[in-house]
Structure formats: structure tokens, C-alpha cells
């Protein structure tokens, strides 16, 4: 048997006791892990100080390197996250509807947990904590599949959570993390269906891309982020450049950060100088296209792929449009379906881009870094749903949840 095949075997038996676990002994256990991290904070920082010295070695750009970086004020805000999680309500166990039919069956839809959730992401050892207590909170299982570059981090971090699940005697394998960092182990792990009811990946297109095309069990996709700012012809400046200048340097190495503008024919040969400048002074990088660079001399002739490219670094591209439909087809055509805004004093134009663009999450007048379960009052995210079925935009508990219908009768036979 694969140590894999136990890990499953382990995450399905979990599964059903969390399945039965009632909200308080859920809290009780979410507030002691949250307790537990603050307490072993010294433990987890050596063991993610060994990870940033390996990534920097390696030449992993410092944009990354900031996700992968734990620090005091990140380990409380991850206890605080699974603290703010205990707190929400429970979804389990509402029952959504009940309908008597003619037949004098008394039919409702309950909610349930989905059963195991395996997660697979990349650099941000935040998302350890964070995955496992959504899926705690709603009496889910989680098998954890972490990158290499922060392994040490999340090691360090799950032995922690388990320790403390088994100090108030709830079953340790509530959260269990793949220690194998060879790439043989996410093909082994997404074919484990007869253990584990959903995938879910959370990093770059590439293992997205992987997991979605080999996964023989059911993956809810958590896309890049191309995210796009359209400066609207009746923008309001100052607005634009403050929320421009938010949305793409407050932090770079996020799928919220916005990596590419679309500029106004009628606004560009006075807002591209004002934008141009606002961003060199963050050393941000301009590829524009003819029009924009015909405009200023500090933009870089962009190429096809710099359109749809998700930068993760100090880099954004420039389109200029003729009209809002321009801007709207532009957008559709390279976005990810991730966030995409509109910076306008114009209604009409406002509600058009919400109707139109085809994303998880659309604007007016503000940054797509909003993009985020906890800014949305879900306390923590599972991630960001890209896709259109079962959920979309950041996920919250309900995500991570099913229903069954119950059915009462008293003796009915067909």
C-alpha cells in the first residue's frame, strides 16, 4: 500500500466522525489551533526562515519570496483568520427547503460536507492554516499538498494543528500533508477518487492546467489572476491612479493584483503621462501598445503575450481603446474570469461593464485586491473560484459544502 493510499484511507475515516462533530466542539477545536499557532509561533518561524534562505538561494524573484515569508504580525493574522472562521455560523445541517407533496412525502434539501478535500497550492503557507480550518469548520477532511519551496513551513505548521486537534481529542487527521515534494505525488494524489470527492489547486496556470486535465476526481478550479483596470473616458483621475497604484503594487505576488490597464482613447494623452508617472515611481514596468507608446516614451512596446500574462511582478501591460465595447471584448478576450474593474462617473457605462465582463468578481471605483474571502466577511478563502459550477469568486464555508434531500414518510409505496 502507497503511503498516499493510507493518507486517503485516513482522510476518508476522518471525514465521517468530522462529519458528526457539533458546532461548539468544531469551535473549540478551531480557537485551540488558533491558540496553538501564537504559542509555537518561535517553531514555525525557523522553520520558515529555512525556506525563505532556500528560495533566495535558488533565485526565486522577491515577489514570491514575500509569499512564501511568515512573519509575527502573519501568524497572528493566520490564528486570527481561524479565530474569525470559529466565529462565523455553521452551514451544516441546515435544511434549505421541506415540501409536503400530494403523496403526503415530506421532502428537504440538508446541508452536508463534502466529504475529503485534497488541496494542492504552491508558496503561501498562510493557505495551510486557512484551508484547514474552512474545511474543519463544515466537517470536511483535508489532505494537504503544499509546494516544495515552503515544505519545511508547512510541515512545521500542520504538526502543530494536528497536535493540537489530539490534545482536546479530536481526530488528528483532520488535516494531513503530503510530505513528498516529487511531482509524482500530485499525479498519485488526483487519482485517488475512491478517498478523496474534490480537488481543489491553487497556484500558477501550469499546475492548474495539469490537475484539470489528469484529475479523475471532481476539481473546482482556482484561476490566475490577469485581473484589468479600465480607465472609463468620464474617470474621475485622482481616483484612478490611487486605485491603480493600490491594485497593482500593494502586493505583487497575489492573483488579485491587477496586471493589466485598458486606457480611454479620449483620456490616454493626458491620463497615460499622470499613470506612467505614478508607476515609475513603484519602478513598475509600462508594455503598452502603438497608441501608448506614442504617448510616452517611458512605455515598452507590449507583445501578444503580455496581454493575457500574469505578471507577479513589476510589470503591467496598456492597451488603448476607441469605446467601452472595445474595452469589454479587450477584457473577455485575455482575462482570466478572475476581477477585472471599471473606474467611471458614468452610471450607464458602470452597470454596462458589470453586465458585460465575464468574471468572478466585477468593479466599479474600487481595486480588485477586495478580491478575498476575508474582505468579502467569509473570514478566510479556500481560494478563488474561476469557474462557473458549484461556486465562483472567493470561496467560503458554503463552498466547501453539498446537500442531500431527506425524505419522511409513513409508509408510502409507489
Known amino acids: 500500500m502507497s503511503n498516499l493510499i493510507k493518507i486517503g484511507e485516513n482522510g476518508k475515516k476522518a471525514s465521517m466522525i468530522l462529519g458528526q462533530l457539533d458546532q461548539e466542539s468544531k469551535n473549540i477545536g478551531l480557537r485551540t489551533c488558533a491558540k496553538a499557532l501564537l504559542e509555537n509561533e ?89 484551508a484547514f480550518g474552512l474545511c474543519f469548520k463544515t466537517g470536511n477532511a483535508v489532505i ?53 470527492d474534490v480537488i481543489i489547486p491553487r497556484g500558477g496556470a501550469g499546475l492548474i492546467k495539469t490537475v484539470v486535465e489528469n484529475s479523475s476526481i471532481p476539481v473546482i478550479e482556482t484561476g490566475t489572476g490577469n485581473c484589468h483596470i479600465y480607465v472609463d473616458e468620464y474617470a474621475d483621475f485622482n481616483m484612478a491612479l490611487d486605485i491603480i497604484d493600490n491594485a497593482k503594487t500593494q502586493r505583487l505576488g497575489v492573483c488579485n493584483t491587477a496586471e493589466s490597464l485598458v486606457i480611454h482613447e479620449k ?36 507583445t501578444e503575450e503580455d496581454y493575457g500574462a500574469e505578471y507577479l511582478d513589476k510589470i503591467i501591460s496598456l492597451k488603448v481603446v476607441d ?30 461593464f458589470l453586465n458585460e465582463v465575464d468574471s468572478a468578481a466585477v468593479y466599479i471605483n474600487a481595486s480588485t485586491r477586495f478580491t478575498d474571502g476575508n474582505e468579502f466577511g467569509f473570514g478566510a478563502e479556500i481560494g478563488i473560484s474561476t469557474q462557473k459550477l458549484h461556486a465562483r469568486g472567493p470561496m467560503g464555508l458554503r463552498a466547501l459544502t453539498t446537500t442531500k434531500y431527506i425524505i419522511f414518510g409513513n409508509g408510502q409505496i409507489r
Open 42 to 130: 518561535d517553531y514555525i518561524m525557523k522553520a520558515n526562515k529555512k525556506d525563505v534562505e532556500a528560495a533566495k538561494k535558488n533565485g526565486v524573484k522577491p515577489s514570491l519570496v514575500d509569499r512564501l515569508l511568515l512573519t509575527h504580525d502573519r501568524i497572528c493574522a493566520i490564528a486570527d483568520g481561524l479565530e474569525e472562521v470559529a466565529a462565523l455560523d455553521d452551514p451544516i445541517g441546515e435544511v434549505l427547503s421541506m415540501k409536503v407533496r400530494p403523496n403526503g412525502l415530506t421532502i428537504g434539501q440538508k446541508v452536508v460536507p463534502l466529504g475529503v478535500i485534497g488541496i494542492i497550492y504552491e508558496s503561501r503557507p498562510n493557505v495551510t492554516a486557512d
Open 323 to 352: 469605446s467601452i465595447n472595445d474595452a469589454i471584448n479587450h477584457i473577455n478576450n485575455y482575462n482570466t474570469k478572475h476581477s477585472d474593474a471599471i473606474i467611471t462617473k458614468d452610471y450607464n457605462n458602470g452597470l454596462k
Open 144 to 196: 494537504l499538498k503544499g509546494g516544495s519551496v515552503a515544505i519545511n513551513s508547512n510541515i512545521a505548521i500542520v504538526k502543530v494543528l494536528r497536535d493540537a486537534l489530539s490534545s482536546i481529542d479530536i481526530t488528528a487527521d483532520a488535516v494531513q500533508l503530503i510530505e513528498d515534494t516529487n511531482r509524482e505525488a500530485v499525479q498519485e494524489l488526483i487519482r485517488l477518487n475512491k478517498y478523496i
Open 267 to 302: 483620456i490616454s494623452k493626458e491620463f497615460i503621462p499622470l499613470v506612467v508617472d505614478r508607476l515609475r515611481a513603484k519602478q513598475v514596468e509600462i508594455r503598452a501598445d502603438e497608441k501608448g507608446c506614442s504617448i510616452s516614451d517611458y512605455c515598452n512596446p507590449a
